[in-house]
């Protein structure tokens, strides 16, 4: 059983900056690898930013390399998704999610869900 527990979304101005945060537990969490993806009004699901427990692999999404970062606590058991240069089309929920594959495009294999935080960005 793993749970999920995602927080800081909120809503801001294009240009704004905001920290998301993911607190993970459960068993053999660490043997997972971890994502946010965010799924935007009347949109499908899409992956944003992949990585390890440890850091040395991460993924993003092309339409947020340069803005978006992604890092681990290790010792508290907590991912984070530092947005930065906000724009209007980051408007969505943002889901955390732990799996056991991360590819070039997206993290497969998923074992469970957060239940979301809604970002909104004004223009």
């Known amino acids: 059983q793993v749970q999920l527990v995602e927080s800081g979304g909120e809503s801001v101005q294009a240009g704004d900056s905001l920290r998301l945060s993911c607190a993970a537990s459960g068993r053999a969490i660490d043997h997972y690898l971890m994502g946010w993806f965010r799924q935007a009004p009347g949109k499908e699901r899409e992956f944003v930013a992949g990585s390890s427990w440890s850091g040395d692999l991460t993924r993003y999404v092309d339409s947020v390399k340069g803005r978006f970062t992604i890092s681990m606590d290790n010792a508290k058991k907590t991912m984070y998704l530092q947005m930065n240069r906000l724009i209007p089309e980051d408007t969505a929920v943002y889901y955390c999610?732990?799996?056991?594959?991360?590819?070039?495009?997206?993290?497969?294999?998923?074992?469970?869900w957060g239940k979301g935080t809604r970002v909104t960005v004004s223009s």
């Open positions: 999610a732990t799996g056991t594959r991360l590819t070039l495009t997206t993290l497969g294999g998923i074992i469970d």
